[in-house]
């Protein structure tokens, strides 16, 4: 109290000489704030670094050939270990930029996959400026939260981009993205601080300079209203905790990859965690889990919920005993009976075949046939109805910042068109039929697309022809097989009405073998809107397996080729395009990727563009 | 230890002294934060997902009215884990809200508090539950932190609500509906609406609304329920003059919002209070903690030897820090307020220019927008990007809503900046600081002036990057929109550090030329610095376009020196000398480039040839050529393209420049003009 009372009476001497509660002293608070943030952040600086991913020309896998980011990451070592998300440095060779603007080479150490962390180290000797690791457990909501990187690749110089915020929750989960749910992220934090992409990998410090996470992932919105698809930050960003990269560290420091733990159960969220369904070949299954049994507690502590649960199994090690306490669903379904503890070994996670780095390089096939099973299933009860949605797709450009159309579905390129429609209709023949195509109206293009038993055969036929109102000209005539056919794909196209059109060809239809990536092909050539297309109709399948713009002149411009097939809506879509130019160098790559149903949340990374002109 | 209310601003200064500033603020987030996400809870029915607050312990919760009906069952999710089955006991249209009650006693809770006393500048905290985040039972809603930028009515084609609404930069976002904004004193002041479109400038704004509209619905319906009052502090809301604490007597040395709607003014001397006299701050002190909140109280002051009496609302008190942060703000915002303008257009004809309607480039709304004054004698600044079409009539308003035409002058499309002359003379012009002072964390103020208030729009923000944008801005992290592109940053001074631009043109590959809102509201702000455009006002004032200057050639990136990989021969350039219909053709040609892809050839388009020109790069004419390494600009050592790049950004078309080159071991210098960039064929 007396010092209180001494301080007290020394600020009135100095303000009375002011003019009493005057507004510098109102500012200095603030001053004083910023002063001490602006010494940190100067402090922080140089241990942030621009992490780059480069496209590796040698490399079998798609990702690494094609690929490379921009992301960023921390130094946490004097050594120069530094800190960065996995899914930054999957695709390649990495440099690193640090504030004296320079390129350093770097290597990854190991990976942290389940947890989308890489260790990596600098390349040098020196001393390298570093931080500390913070106890992301004792970061309470409300705390204030810097954010350092190069979003959007906007560092020239390699000087961290840094952004202010708070931390606006914890322990939230966000599903993983694709088949093999990478980028599964359990108990992260969540900040408002603005991230974008090219933060990824970065570094999220407390007050005090601490790395208290790594930012990852970010849920994005459009922000501008014409340009819908060009999603930035809204202040929803998502970082890993540091206590859940130190449970790793030791192991990775030593050059051995982190690999996290699964049971094989898909979990929902009733009264209690239970389980909806159990992999085959899993550690669950081989204990005889089995949906509608109850997880009441693991290692000694009961799940809150779902995600609890997945965040309690996933952030352990695989090979790790764990103990459970199960209630067993009786199989006759008449209530629950027994609670049984069981000590069960959590098997490692499956990494997908271009992520690993030590993974043997994977040949991409052209055609990944959809199984028997699987198409059966969706090919049932259907009649004249679109096959019900499987799963939501969605085109994912690697260059964000590039226009694209995007539809909650397939996308359309904006420069050329997907040969496939969204809508069609399914329709049923049967044995014996006689399928006779035929043109009727004008100048149009249809398509036939067959599928057996087995698997699809392709099309069969493919119609095309030129004239005008009210001919018609028989193209092809089959007869189906008993084994042959179960549904075909219809679907018709008019381009042209009457004489009106306008047209910059008077080119007709032609039906040119050509060879296109090794395979024999027919090129068939299309007048669509004044412009000019080629397809390229695989001769071993009858598939489309590219298509080139022609300009003006009948020259390519440039070509889409579609490589890895899948399922999307029902029908058969190449979920990879390889755009060339006409030179046939590799100028863009689209690639299909599942969206999660009811977030948008994307990885941060910014494509590496070369040949930037100044 | 007794606490002197009435010295909190000494007091509290000298009992934070061992701290750091940064942990004070914190504990205050931390503390509200802990308290609002407990008991902020999420609704939902078939129909309906929202966040919402309980604001009385026996289960009143305030949400947004979105489709609910007065009547219907809603499931309400406590931050506890349990799920309740409520009612919606009333809703209100026309202010967007919802009251729905669970059963339950001892809810954590947030009490209600007086939004007419928030001010613009005030900090908030924005609970919900965006884009799900929180989706275990037991995770708690998020909370966003930021300031109230404006009271304003919005111009928006959604609308749930009528009315002003508060505009924050907190950001608002799906799911988040619903959920509280609370304030330091950890009272709730609106409802969070959310990011709606502005039909002005088209950008996105968070929403807020107001609980004042619908108070007295509220305590209608909680009728006895008051708040349980735990002993917080509580004040009057007079600060005293300074004299007092040695000479005796409470002399009113100001007043906050609180204290001067009852009526108690600047100079008053404080004699009785609730009847009782009062003669020292321990006196003062004594009768008030005897006193309860929300209830009127009556002092007696001496003002101009007259004994009057006074009727004050005793009202919680904010956290020192906050108050004084806010007040920061608002006094900064003062400063520079009156230099402020507005920017609005008037269609003069109905022909509007193809050539800019690029269907990839932001489409702005009608405005208006922001602009600053920069010289007394008429000269305003602005963004480029805001101009739309050439045929608007530009009209100009100053803070006191005195209007004048306003003609375009220069331009540096580079740094996206115009500069506009009105028929004035006594302008306020505001101070400027210069970007040698600004450094990387400090604190930035944005401000627009879309919405026609007194106080213009404020966002909050820190200086995130310096020389970007090769080097012609610097980065910032505040809320920049179309809402205050055009307008000032400044500092907690009040000086002005820069413009609000999209982005500069950072001149490369192959989004050169484009500058669209990518970025708005992304926390990626740029701001071109004062001190740079002062080099160019002479230009600029002369009616000069700029251009950013073009050299003409390309360098390794990843390389350590600035080694050439390519320069480009020559460009084509529209030849200036054309007919507008000539120009069109040009445009249109553009068009179908653009569309093509950037390959293709003068071949095709032989018209093409007819309305441009090539010349030959600065680069190409001063005989740089593959492999040559810069080593010198300027008289500048550069060893990487980088630096160049950040370097030659600075400048303009039409500068001379000369570089030292290396090539084969061999030093030569090199003199060069730099061009501007037209369109690059291969």
Known sequence: MKKQLISLMVICALLISTQGVSDDFVISKAKLIEKERQDLIAQLSPAVIAVQSMPDMNSNNLNRRFGGGNGSGVIIDPKGYALSNFHVTEYGPIKVGMVDGRLHDAKVIAYDEGSDIVLIKIEGDKDFPYVDLGRSSKVKVGDTTLAMGNPFNLATDYKPTTTLGILSGTNRYLSGMGNTHVLLYTGVLQTDTPINPGNSGGPLFNRKGELIGINGRISLASRSQQRENYKVNVGVGYAIPIDTVKKYLPTMKRGVDASHGVLGLSLLDLDKVTISSVLPSSPAKKLGLRQGDQILEINGKQPQDKYDAIHMIVELPAGTKIVIKVKRASPLGEGLIEETQYTIKLKSRPIPMNMAKNAKPTEIRNFDFVTKNEFVKTGEGVKGELDQIIDKFRVVNRDPLNNIDHEDGLVWLMETRMVNVATSTVKRSVAGDVITLFKKGNYFLERYEFYGKNMPIGIKGFAYGKGWKNSSREINKFTLSENEIVSHNYERRQHWYGAKTSSLYSLGLKEKKYKLENRMCYQLLETYDGKGYYHYIDRATGIEIAESALDKEGKVISTIIYKKWGRVEGKIVPLVWEKKNDNGELIQIFQVQKLSYGMEVDPLIFEYQPGVYF | ???????????????????????????????????????????????????????????????????????????????????????????????????????????????????????????????????????????????????????????????????????????????????????????????????????????????????????????????????????????????????????????????????????????????????????????????????????????????????????????????????????????????????????????????????????????????????????????????????????????????????????????????????????????????????????????????????????????????????????????????????????????????????????????????????????????????????????????????????????????????????????????????????????????????????????????????????????????????????????????????????????????????????????????????????SRGLVLR
């Open chain 2, 1 to 675: 230890m007794k606490k002197l209310i009435y010295v909190l601003l000494f007091l509290g200064w000298a009992v934070t002294l061992p701290s750091t500033e940064l942990k004070i603020v914190e504990n205050d987030l931390r503390a509200i934060s802990e308290k609002v996400t407990s008991a902020t809870v999420r609704i939902s029915t078939l129909y309906h997902e929202s966040s919402g607050t309980l604001i009385t312990s026996n289960g009143f919760v305030l949400t947004i009215k979105d489709r609910l009906t007065r009547g219907n069952e809603v499931s309400v999710l406590l931050a506890d884990g349990k799920r309740h089955v409520g009612k919606v006991a009333a809703t209100w249209p026309y202010y967007g809200m919802a009251l729905v009650k669970i059963d339950t006693t001892n809810a954590p809770f947030v009490p209600l508090g007086d939004s007419r006393m928030v001010e613009v500048g005030d900090q908030v905290i924005s609970v919900g539950n965006a884009f799900n985040s929180s989706s275990g039972r037991a995770t708690r809603c998020a909370v966003n932190y930021g300031i109230i930028s404006s009271r304003t009515t919005m111009e928006t084609d959604k609308v749930f609500f009528t009315g002003k609404v508060f505009t924050t930069d907190a950001r608002i976002n799906k799911g988040q509906e619903g959920g509280g904004v609370v304030d330091f004193s950890g009272h709730l002041i609106a409802i969070n609406g959310e990011a709606v479109l502005s039909n002005q400038t088209n950008a996105f704004v968070s929403v807020a609304l107001p609980i004042e509209g619908v108070m007295e619905g509220i305590n209608s319906h909680i009728k006895n329920e008051l708040p349980v009052v735990d002993g917080r502090q509580k004040i009057v809301g007079i600060t005293l003059d300074d004299r007092s604490l040695l000479t005796g007597g409470i002399k009113v040395h100001s007043i906050s919002k609180y204290a001067s709607q009852g009526g108690v003014k600047k100079g008053d001397l404080i004699l009785k209070v609730a009847g009782q006299e009062v003669n020292n701050l321990f006196e003062l002190d004594a009768v008030v903690m005897s006193l309860s909140l929300n209830r009127l109280v009556e002092v007696k002051v001496y003002r101009k030897s007259k004994v009057l009496t006074r009727y004050v609302v005793l009202q919680e008190s904010m956290p020192i820090n906050s108050m004084l942060l806010s007040e920061a703000y608002r006094n900064a915002v003062d400063k520079v307020s009156p230099s402020v303008v507005r920017i609005s257009f008037e269609k003069t004809s109905n022909e509007t220019s193809t050539a800019l309607h690029d269907p990839n480039s932001f489409q702005l709304g009608h405005g208006p927008f922001t602009g600053v004054v920069y010289r007394r004698d008429g000269y305003i600044m602005t963004t480029s990007f805001i101009f739309p079409s050439v045929h608007e009539k530009i009209i100009v308003e100053l803070f006191n809503g005195k209007k004048y035409v306003a003609k375009k002058l220069g331009e540096d499309t580079g740094r996206n900046i115009t500069l506009l002359k009105i028929e004035a003379d006594d302008l306020i012009v505001p101070k400027f600081v210069s970007k040698e002072q600004v450094g990387i964390g400090s604190t930035i103020l944005s401000l627009g002036r879309t919405f026609g208030e007194n106080i213009p729009e404020v966002s909050r923000g820190i200086v995130s990057a310096l020389n970007r944008s090769a080097g012609k801005a610097i980065q910032i992290d505040s809320n920049l929109t179309p809402g205050n592109f055009g307008g000032p940053s400044i500092d907690l001074d009040g000086q002005i550090i820069g413009i609000n631009i999209p982005q500069a043109n950072i001149g490369s590959g192959r989004r050169g030329g484009t500058v669209g809102g990518e970025f708005s509201g992304s926390g990626i702000g740029f701001v071109i610095p004062c001190s740079d455009i002062d080099l160019l006002f002479n230009d600029l004032k002369n009616g000069k376009k700029l251009e950013p200057a073009f050299l003409g050639i390309s360098f390794d990136l990843n390389a350590n020196n600035a080694k050439i990989t390519r320069v480009i021969e020559g460009a084509w350039f529209l030849d200036s000398g054309l007919e507008k219909t000539q120009q069109n053709k040009f445009h249109e040609l553009n068009n179908i480039f653009m569309k093509q892809g950037l390959r293709f050839t003068v071949g095709q388009f032989n018209e093409f040839k007819k309305v441009a020109v090539k010349k030959n790069t600065g680069a190409w004419t001063a005989g740089l050529r593959k492999d040559d390494v810069i080593v010198e600009f300027n008289g500048q050592k550069i060893v990487s393209y980088n630096m160049l790049m950040n370097v030659i950004g600075r400048l303009n078309s039409g500068e001379s420049v000369t570089f030292k080159v290396k090539r084969f071991g061999i030093f030569r210098d090199v003199k060069a003009v730099l061009g």
